[in-house]
């Protein structure tokens, strides 16, 4: 998988005011069974985009034209429930390049971490003035300024930073995995390791 540089990132939203969503909800058991991460997208939130016939529920965020963006928004305490990568992988495919939450599961933070997904948790206040602005004017812009580790409403200025592990910075502002950010340091590995043969 190849994850992309991550810097700042200017985007409408797509609001998801519902609390505790689990990983469930974000991508049904029965859509599992698959081990590449593509493909998921089409199946993120299925049983609330569709109904039983599989025609899309008019009143459901994801099928209101109103709303897009490669941020999605959501009510705290965001991902818990099972450790499924998948549910990472499915926001992902869809195209959300950011989550924002009050409260994030640790295990999905850290999976959507592993995946390119930036988790941007912010305080419950600043995350009811991102809903409000958003219900106010759909083209509402958010601003992830990661460098800064500083989410901003771009139509008030309101702004609030956000922590995040500095090895994930590190990784998300080169565009590494795990594995790109070993070779990264293979020059410096190999010399320890003759230095310590030596």
């Known amino acids: 998988m190849t994850i992309d540089k991550f810097d700042i990132l200017t985007s409408t939203c797509v609001p998801l005011p519902a609390e505790n969503v689990d990983t469930d909800q974000i991508i049904p058991a029965r859509f599992l069974k698959a081990t ?7 199946n993120l939130f299925r049983d609330w985009r569709y109904d039983k016939e599989g025609n899309p529920k008019k009143d459901f965020v994801l099928n209101n034209p109103k709303y897009s963006g490669k941020i999605l928004v959501a009510g705290k305490n965001f991902g818990s429930g099972s450790s499924r990568e998948h549910a990472a992988w499915a926001i992902f495919d869809y195209g959300f390049r950011v989550v924002v939450s009050s409260f994030f599961a640790d295990i999905f933070k850290n999976n959507a971490m592993n995946n390119g997904l930036l988790p941007v948790q912010v305080s ?6 991102i809903f409000s602005e958003i219900e106010k004017d759909p083209a509402a812009q958010l601003e992830v300024d990661l460098e800064k580790q500083e989410i901003k409403i771009l139509s008030t200025g309101e702004a609030e ?3 995040i592990n500095p090895y994930k910075k590190l990784c998300f502002l080169n565009g590494y995995d795990d594995i790109d950010f070993l070779l990264s340091k293979k020059e410096k590995i190999q010399a320890f390791e003759q230095n310590r043969d030596s």
């Open 36 to 42: 590449s991460r593509e493909g998921f997208g089409e």
């Open 124 to 129: 419950d206040t600043f995350l009811k003035t």
């Open 161 to 163: 930073t956000f922590a």
